[in-house]
């Protein structure tokens, strides 16, 4: 553990030194700009090219697709494999239910 707080202790002391060097911490440059222009109105959805409405299409077409299909041959994933136990069968103890005798 100590040597783990050594090593943090270690790397905060040449952060801080790079910065009184650099004089600043540092600046990020994402490049480009905003990929989208700003929406004017607040709480607005973005806009959406064609192809972003597409493609989402195409994609949650395709997952639902598989979804659908897995289901289909295969439902004992989602159903179980084992039948399903006769509930008119199981008795009063199984179920927890005292005697009617019992006050």
Do not use: C
């Amino acid at each position: 553990m100590l040597g783990s707080l050594g090593r943090t202790g270690g790397g905060l002391v040449r952060i801080l030194r790079a910065r009184d060097v650099r004089g600043a911490a540092g600046r990020r440059h994402a490049g480009g700009g905003a990929h989208m222009e700003p929406q004017p109105h607040y709480r607005q959805f973005p806009g959406l090219t064609r192809w972003q409405v597409i493609h989402g299409e195409l994609l949650s077409g395709f997952m639902w697709f598989w979804i659908l299909w897995l289901f289909w041959h295969n439902p004992e994933a989602v159903l179980g494999h084992f039948p399903y136990p006769d509930a008119s069968k199981w008795t009063d103890e199984e179920l927890g239910i005292p005697p009617d005798d019992e006050e």
